[in-house]
């Protein structure tokens, strides 16, 4: 089968070896055990997100715009992951989840808005003081990403105000494929050390 190599080369904490993952092409979309087999190589790719990675963020969101025509079960993989983690390990999904959105743009932002307010609401009930005041960082970017109906209720669910549109990063076109340099990768990008603030 043709197939793409994506190496993410960075070597996760505990001295593991790089991450090797693999990619089909859509002009396969039909074909379903090839659509079954992407979906496993995404999902093992997303079992690396274990900290704030920007080379795996990025590898991830450049691969789902790669293979939107799974799109669908790589937001149930994110979904997922971040309700069945450690508290330790949901923030670096969503902000997966907000580079996926803010790069690629469609078909992500209205499937993604399906569950984002039951689904942040959940794992910021969960997690720590100071993680709970990164996840309002990036809710407060969100102001071209999802509808103002959704804003709203996460807004009341957490008696959180989020400013206007015209004071957030602007979003990627829709359908716009995602590139390295343009990818969004949010706080606190971690590099072995105390985290520090990633531009």
Same mark, same amino acid.
């Given at each position: 089968?043709?197939?793409?190599?994506?190496?993410?080369?960075?070597?996760?904490?505990?001295?593991?070896?790089?991450?090797?993952?693999?990619?089909?092409?859509?002009?396969?979309?039909?074909?379903?055990?090839?659509?079954?087999?992407?979906?496993?190589?995404?999902?093992?790719?997303?079992?690396?997100?274990?900290?704030?990675?920007?080379?795996?963020?990025?590898?991830?969101?450049?691969?789902?715009?790669?293979?939107?025509?799974?799109?669908?079960?790589?937001?149930?993989?994110?979904?997922?992951?971040?309700?069945?983690?450690?508290?330790?390990?949901?923030?670096?999904?969503?902000?997966?989840?907000?580079?996926?959105?803010?790069?690629?743009?469609?078909?992500?932002?209205?499937?993604?808005?399906?569950?984002?307010?039951?689904?942040?609401?959940?794992?910021?009930?969960?997690?720590?003081?100071?993680?709970?005041?990164?996840? #309002?960082?990036?809710?407060?970017?969100?102001?071209? #990403?999802?509808?103002?109906?959704?804003?709203?209720?996460?807004?009341?669910?957490?008696?959180?105000?989020?400013?206007?549109?015209?004071?957030?990063?602007?979003?990627?076109?829709?359908?716009?494929?995602?590139?390295?340099?343009?990818?969004? #990768?949010?706080?606190?990008?971690?590099?072995?050390?105390?985290?520090?603030?990633?531009s």
């Amino acid at each position: 089968l043709f197939f793409f190599f994506l190496k993410i080369e960075e070597k996760q904490r505990g001295n593991q070896p790089p991450i090797s993952i693999k990619y089909f092409p859509s002009i396969h979309m039909n074909d379903p055990q090839l659509r079954l087999k992407t979906i496993s190589e995404y999902e093992d790719g997303l079992s690396t997100l274990t900290f704030n990675s920007k080379p795996i963020i990025n590898q991830l969101t450049m691969s789902a715009g790669e293979q939107k025509y799974v799109c669908e079960e790589i937001v149930s993989l994110i979904e997922k992951r971040i309700r069945t983690v450690g508290v330790d390990q949901k923030l670096p999904s969503f902000y997966l989840l907000d580079s996926i959105c803010k790069n690629i743009g469609q078909p992500y932002p209205p499937i993604f808005n399906r569950n984002i307010v039951t689904l942040f609401v959940d794992a910021y009930n969960a997690v720590s003081s100071n993680v709970k005041n990164s996840m #309002v960082h990036l809710m407060k970017t969100w102001n071209k #990403v999802f509808p103002v109906e959704t804003l709203s209720q996460l807004e009341k669910a957490l008696n959180i105000t989020i400013p206007p549109a015209s004071t957030t990063q602007p979003t990627a076109s829709n359908g716009g494929n995602a590139q390295a340099a343009a990818i969004h #990768v949010n706080p606190k990008f971690v590099q072995g050390r105390a985290p520090s603030r990633v531009s």
